[in-house]
């Protein structure tokens, strides 16, 4: 940046602070457990196919790592993580997460989505599916996810749900 204008590089370093608060806000001091997003001097190479991206506070340096691609399984739900979002799937469901899922540095997230019905037996041609706007929250902690859907608008919970990185997850569609 040493080649650019004064106010580019200030307008830079602010557009930069401003990213890296929201990503890390309000995680300064916490301590470090089973974190995602915490100070680091040194970026280091995550494992398992997550990905770090780096951003800075006051001086320090984050690392914030996305949920890695892979499946995750638990009773009546899947969850297929990859580059841009993820799909789900239950027993009479299936919903969408159309960006990439980036817990916070205590593994919360927190990503809108959608969310269809589906029903058992024959369906006729013109039947329209019932999708809903949802939000996915959950927590991550190792390879042990709690999800909670949520339906936009009513606030109803959608269900509640326990998913482990790489289980075969325990669906039963409906048909």
Not at 20 to 44: N, Y
Request: charged share 25%.
């Amino acid at each position: 940046m040493s080649n650019q204008h004064p106010r580019t590089q200030l307008l830079c370093s602010v557009l930069l602070l401003l990213a890296s608060a929201f990503v890390c806000a309000g995680q300064r001091g916490e301590a470090a457990g089973d974190t995602f997003c915490r100070p680091r001097s040194v970026l280091e190479r995550r494992g398992e196919g997550g990905h770090t991206l780096k951003s800075s506070v006051g001086g320090e340096v984050f690392e914030t790592e996305r949920l890695p691609v892979g499946s995750w399984g638990g009773k009546h739900i899947g969850l297929q993580v990859t580059e841009r979002g993820a799909t789900v799937e239950y027993d009479c469901a299936h919903g969408t997460i159309g960006r990439r899922i980036v817990p916070d540095r205590n593994g919360r997230f927190d990503v809108p989505g959608t969310h269809t019905e589906e029903s058992g037996g024959p369906v006729r041609q013109d039947a329209q599916p019932r999708t809903y706007a949802v939000r996915y929250t959950g927590r991550v902690r190792g390879a042990r996810m709690s999800l909670t859907v949520t339906r936009g608008g009513t606030g109803k919970v959608i269900g509640t749900y326990t998913l482990v990185r790489g289980q075969e997850p325990s669906i039963f569609k409906c048909r």
